[in-house]
């Protein structure tokens, strides 16, 4: 059973440019959770999505969208990049529980 | 915003020595979590605590909740190598509510 995974491994992208990062959850997972983590800090909550809509939303800008398809997977876009959206971008399923974490996106911001 | 902070921030041990890290956080919770996450990558799900249970054992590791002094603390016995790794405590709010809210973690080397 393949566990939570994420594409790509690494990015490179220039200030206000666009980005697309994916998601595909844990077999039997209905609910995908985005983070963000910074350099040496914790992961932040960016958004939640279940049954293809968008459940919760932590403290981001409009900037950051999501989208969920009908079989769980997800997608995180980013606009207008800036260099302060250089981070790791961790993506987590769960059904009900426990979250699993994916090896999570580099994004570098340049 | 960090929910709370990890105590120390960093930590260094000789193999099969014991590691304790702390976790405080600000607001009530339902559960509280324990995740270790190696060189930057994804984050592995250590245990759960409920607000309601004060101790609770998984192999190797024991946490406590105390939820008058909104705190928590992960007890590593007889360290391996394997356990270097950032350790990060990560609570949700309330029942039904899944969205995870971080500390700042602890950075955890064992020395062989």
């Known amino acids: 059973d393949a566990g939570v995974t994420q594409s790509p491994t690494h990015l490179i992208k220039t200030r206000g440019q666009q980005v697309t990062l994916r998601c595909s959850p844990k077999?039997?997972?209905?609910?995908v959770s985005w983070y963000q983590q910074a350099l040496g800090q914790g992961p932040q909550f960016i958004f939640q999505?279940?049954?293809?809509?968008?459940?919760q939303r932590g403290n981001f800008p409009d900037r950051f969208s999501g989208h969920q398809f009908p079989n769980y997977s997800s997608e995180l876009n980013v606009n207008a990049l800036l260099l302060g959206d250089s981070a790791l971008y961790l993506c987590?399923?769960?059904?009900?529980?426990?979250?699993?974490f994916g090896p999570g996106t580099r994004l570098l911001v340049l | 915003s960090q929910q709370g902070e990890e105590d120390p921030q960093a930590l260094s041990i000789q193999e099969g020595e014991n590691a304790t890290m702390n976790c405080s956080y600000k607001?009530?919770?339902?559960?509280l979590q324990w995740y270790r996450q190696n060189s930057g990558r994804g984050l592995v799900h250590l245990i759960l605590?409920?607000?309601?249970?004060r101790e609770k054992h998984s192999g190797r590791l024991r946490v406590t909740l105390d939820t008058s002094k909104k705190s928590s603390s992960l007890l590593i016995t007889a360290s391996r190598a394997a356990d270097t790794a950032s350790y990060f405590c990560?609570?949700?709010?309330?029942?039904?509510?899944?969205?995870?809210?971080f500390g700042t973690g602890t950075r955890l080397t064992i020395i062989p």
């Open positions: 987590a399923s769960s059904a009900g529980g426990t979250q699993y």
């Open positions: 077999s039997g997972h209905d609910t």
């Open positions: 999505y279940y049954e293809e809509e968008e459940r």
């Open positions: 607001t009530s919770i339902n559960n």
């Open positions: 605590i409920r607000s309601n249970e």
């Open positions: 990560a609570t949700t709010p309330n029942f039904g509510n899944e969205k995870l809210t």
